[in-house]
């Protein structure tokens, strides 16, 4: 199969099936008329993969509703053609969250037809490797930052915690607090990345093995705040480190769901925990891709390093390597 000039009535999407209570994820000819209906014609240009899509397009988790699926929640491409006025051929835009990929066919295919409603103009000043460079866990670390901000959190009040930090949203919460003035302690169980999370912005760097040690029931208080993207224990270890009036941004739960927890971390150091979902209102993603293109701009240069750019045929290889926990950093399917 070539992926060479793909048109509406014949392209390339990487479909995920339900037969026999077996899912399967297959490289598949497609054409418009097949994907799930939407006012927008889009040629899609970079699917970011997301921990959710490799959950999903190797059926380890029930997260598409719907079978035959494109997975993929996230998309930035061109606008081929639109039905109504917000959107113009020629136009570079993105779509993430309202069931992108999961309800609706989304971005590992060729082309992806999608709800006006769903559709956003890349924010001027970005272009579509670097809106996809950002892309959900970009978009998902910017609104934990936003929220610490709305609670009255400042750069002054110490380290901002963040694990899992080799992860995709990992890196880019490191890299975007860093930028915006924040002072970042990355916790990674890679410590051979060291040199690299510094580079990226992290002040400190502790191994992950720090928050297995023996349960107390406060720990010493050492963070702020802190984005979350491990769960199990490392959420645990969290609460009990904050500082009084430290808050916790619970984003992910690569390494579990549930978490050993007490009392005291809330009823004597006053902490708060919120959860971040990545579909979020209107409102906050203009506010939110707006800073992102704006003062929180990250360096781009300095974050290519750590994006890796795939075809579409290695993605069921790439989710098996990124669920085991050996990848990290950001990826793309180019589909270009
Ligand atoms: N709430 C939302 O809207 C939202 C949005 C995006 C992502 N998420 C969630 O956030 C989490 C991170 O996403 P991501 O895109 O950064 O994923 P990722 O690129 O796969 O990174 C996850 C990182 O977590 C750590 N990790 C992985 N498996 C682990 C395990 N078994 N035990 C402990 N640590 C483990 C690793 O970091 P180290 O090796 O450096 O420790 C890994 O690099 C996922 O659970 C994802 O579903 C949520």
Not at 224 to 251: E, K, P, Y
Not at 305 to 326: E, K, Y
């Amino acid at each position: 199969m070539s992926p060479a000039a793909p048109t509406p009535g014949d392209f390339l999407c990487l479909r995920t099936h339900l037969s026999d209570k077996t899912v399967e994820s297959r490289l598949e000819r497609t054409r418009v008329d097949d994907l799930t209906a939407g006012e927008v014609l889009v040629r899609t240009h970079f699917a970011g993969v997301n921990y959710k899509d490799c959950l999903s397009i190797l059926g380890r988790a029930r997260i598409i509703e719907g079978f035959p699926r494109i997975a993929g929640i996230e998309l930035v491409g061109e606008v081929v053609h639109s039905a109504v006025t917000e959107f113009v051929a020629g136009q570079i835009v993105m779509a993430h969250g309202f069931r992108t990929g999961i309800a609706f066919d989304g971005g590992f295919a060729q082309f992806a037809r999608v709800p006006a409603a769903h559709l956003m103009a890349v924010p001027s000043g970005l272009d579509a490797w670097q809106a996809a460079t950002l892309g959900v866990p970009g978009f998902t670390a910017g609104i934990a930052l936003d929220r610490f901000i709305e609670l009255g959190l400042t750069p002054e009040r110490g380290l901002v915690a963040v694990s899992g930090a080799s992860g995709a949203v990992g890196m880019l919460a490191i890299h975007i607090l860093a930028r915006a003035g924040w002072r970042v302690a990355a916790l990674t169980r890679k410590m051979a990345l060291e040199p690299v999370l510094r580079a990226l912005g992290a002040e400190e760097v502790i191994d992950t093995q720090a928050a297995t040690a023996p349960l107390r029931p406060l720990e010493k208080a050492r963070f702020s705040a802190a984005i979350d993207n491990v769960g199990g224990d490392m959420l645990g270890w969290l609460l009990r480190s904050l500082q009084d009036g430290g808050q916790i941004a619970v984003v992910g739960n690569a390494g579990g769901n549930d978490f050993p927890g007490n009392v005291l971390p809330f009823v004597m150091r006053s902490i708060g925990m919120f959860g971040v979902v990545g579909n979020a209102s209107w409102p906050v993603r203009q506010r939110v891709w707006g800073r992102l293109a704006g003062d929180w701009r990250p360096d781009f240069l300095a974050l290519a390093a750590h994006v890796q750019t795939i075809g579409l045929s290695a993605l069921p290889d790439h989710a098996s390597a990124q669920l085991a926990g050996t990848t990290c950093g950001r990826t793309l399917v180019d589909l270009r």
